[in-house]
């Protein structure tokens, strides 16, 4: 018997950063994102033995340890050590025998919640082989607890419900874990026209985001005004690129996204540094509206909104600039999991 699960990657196109605690959790925060077909998989093979295999192919990282209740959190392939903890912790009380193998189709530090998907993706696996008894909601849930209770990594609330739940969401975010997911319903021309404009850019570098995560959710408990209100502007944000999804003003998301850019750049020392200026300054010369970095900022992937057929010369543009413009297309379903 093999177990197989895949979840998308994301991409937030307003509001990033207002699911992080404690804004979230005094003000409120929301975000819009859509996943993309890029993913994180996970397949477990049960086990007769009394070794427990984690292989993480794209890394080439591996560990062979006794099956017991609870694993060492020691750096080597912690995430799939922390979901592990926490099933037979929460649901089984025994020790599991198994091989797993991961697989995430962007790195580390890429600002496409790859570390929050590939949680996702081996939790669902779990869920898969044990019949867990779970939801969507439960299993977002459970995922984020693991990553910020567990394994005490900074982050927001964002990428967990977006992999489980899959497709195009306003999501909102509450005090005491409260997420509420709103699917939205935008007409197939709109979403063409999206997935047309929208240029997804890998800038070749990566970043630790929990460090720019520290410094924005220390300027919310300082009270910095400046942050704060960049947060404000952030959330307001979500709301218009939500308005514009909608109502099919296609050709305004890009004033949008620069509008965001202006403000996220204000939440927090390091999310923007002189090669993202000079990437996005280009980018906007080269006929692009508006874009954003993906996820806390620093590095990773960057979008460009570019209209009409602008796209072609803001791409020739960006693969002068060192990184990779990346192909891309939206999908509809969130986690998937199968037997075999």
């Known amino acids: 018997m093999i177990i197989r699960s895949k979840a998308p990657l994301r991409i937030g196109l307003a509001g990033g950063g207002t699911d992080v605690s404690p ?33 993480a192919v794209d890394r080439n990282e591996e560990v062979i ?3 017991k209740k609870q694993l060492v959190i020691d750096g080597k392939l912690n995430l799939a050590k922390g979901v592990y903890n926490r099933v037979i912790k929460d649901f089984i009380k025994k020790p599991l025998a198994f091989e797993l193998t991961t697989f995430v189709d962007a790195p580390p530090g890429s600002g496409l919640g790859s570390s929050s998907t590939l949680v996702v993706a081996i939790l669902g696996a779990f869920v898969e082989w044990l019949k867990l008894p779970l939801g969507e909601y439960d299993i977002a849930h459970l995922a984020y607890r693991i990553e910020r209770e567990d394994l005490a990594m900074h982050g927001g609330k964002q990428d967990q419900y977006a992999a489980t739940f899959g497709g195009v969401n306003y999501m909102e975010f509450y005090a005491n874990d409260k997420v509420i997911v709103n699917p939205l319903r935008i007409k197939d021309k709109w979403l063409n026209e999206l997935e047309n404009n929208l240029i997804l850019f890998f800038t070749e570098t990566s970043r630790l985001s929990s460090d720019i995560i520290i410094r924005q959710s220390d300027n919310v408990k300082n009270k910095n005004v400046k942050s704060i209100e960049a947060m404000h502007n952030l959330k307001e944000q979500s709301v218009m690129m939500k308005e514009a999804i909608l109502k099919g003003d296609v050709d305004g998301i890009g004033k949008i996204l620069h509008y965001g850019w202006e403000h996220k750049k204000a939440m927090a020392e390091g999310i923007s540094n002189p090669q993202l200026e000079g990437i996005y300054n280009a980018a906007l010369k080269a006929g692009a509206t508006g874009g954003k970095i993906s996820g806390a900022g ?29 192909k891309y297309n939206f999908t509809e379903y969130g986690l998937t999991t199968w037997t075999i």
């Open 298 to 326: 620093g590095g990773g992937f960057m979008i460009f909104y570019a209209p009409y057929n602008s796209k072609f010369k803001v791409i020739e543009t960006l693969n002068k600039l060192g990184g990779r413009v990346m």
């Open 65 to 67: 340890v006794d099956a």
């Open 23 to 55: 804004y979230s959790d005094l003000y409120g925060g929301a975000i819009l994102n859509m996943t993309i077909g890029m993913y994180a998989y996970a397949t477990i093979k049960p086990s007769t033995g009394k070794k427990i295999i984690i292989r």
